[in-house]
């Protein structure tokens, strides 16, 4: 009788027993029409560093971390141990969808601020890419912390996600099962991030890989009418040699 090789037992396995697939969401489609890029791929010519933030108090808020342009992207790091900051845009915008592509390094904090001050008062999109972090919840920076509404957290490390049984505060469900986050988002890889904000008190709604995964609506008013879009590297911890990345950042401005 003849054997099968150990490659031919797979593949005759597999074929009686296949994988399971994925039950992955479908990525909305978009009209990227009046979208503006506001990053160059060159320099942070319409943005500054601002060192206004509590992110910097490790260096006494003389410097607001290190931002750098490289292979077409913005690049910040703490610029000594514990000491962050944000980059803001010297504009300011009201109702607006803003969107860019992200890769970081699995271990720092970061965050995409929304109508954020130079002291760093925002409504976040959270890119707390790290064990226990979130991805695209909403957070109020610098005013309280509310709101909070975030509808999984990272395991071990960004490659795992643990969704609660309860409904996030807002009650917009993950729409990626727990078991399917391998094959939905690929760490290494750039991907695309998307948030809107409209009205005041706002209504922020966020994508992950164009799948819807938060909207709020907040019911007080927290800010102001307009304000920037920031890119923040968080303070403490020693993240001077792990880096976050974003290119591709356009804005649309939204009629009200």
Known sequence: MKRLSVVACAALLGSLFPAARADLPKPERFDDAGFVSIFDGKTLGGWKVS???????KSKNKSGGKWAIKDGAIVGSQDEPG???IVITE???GDFEVALEMNNDDGPDSGLFLRSTDTGKC???MIDYHQG????????EGIGGKPH????????DVTEIVVPSKQADGGFKCPVKAE?????????EWNELRARIEGNPPKITTWIKGVKFMEYQDTEKRLAD???IALQVHGGGDYTKQFVRYRNIRVKELKK
């Open 51 to 57: 060192a206004k933030t509590g992110h910097s108090g």
């Open 83 to 85: 000491n962050g900051g």
């Open 91 to 93: 504009k300011e915008y």
């Open 123 to 125: 409504y976040q999109a």
């Open 133 to 140: 972090g979130n991805l695209l919840g909403i957070y109020g």
């Open 149 to 156: 509404v975030r509808n999984f957290d990272f395991g071990k």
């Open 180 to 188: 399917d986050w391998k094959a939905f988002w690929k760490p290494g």
């Open 226 to 228: 307009k304000g920037g």
